[in-house]
C-alpha cells in the first residue's frame, strides 16, 4: 500500500539498514489531526569482546 511503502522509506530514511543482521524495531506514530510523525526506533546488536594471550 501507499502508506506501508510511505512508512518503510521514512523509517529506512532515518534508520538505513534496520533490518539487517540482528535486525531492528520500532513504531511510526501518525497524527494525522497534528500534522506530525513519531518515529521511535531500538536497533538490535551482537556484542562480542575477544582477547587472546600466548607466552605468559
Do not use: K, M, Q
Not at 518503510?8 to 497534528?34: K, Q, R
Amino acid at each position: 500500500t501507499e502508506v506501508g511503502d510511505f512508512a518503510w522509506s521514512l523509517a529506512y530514511h532515518h534508520h538505513p539498514g534496520f533490518e539487517n543482521n540482528e535486525g531492528g524495531y520500532g513504531t511510526l506514530t501518525w497524527d494525522i489531526a497534528l500534522d506530525s510523525i513519531i518515529l521511535d526506533h531500538a536497533d538490535r546488536y551482537v556484542e562480542c569482546s575477544h582477547s587472546y594471550d600466548e607466552g605468559l
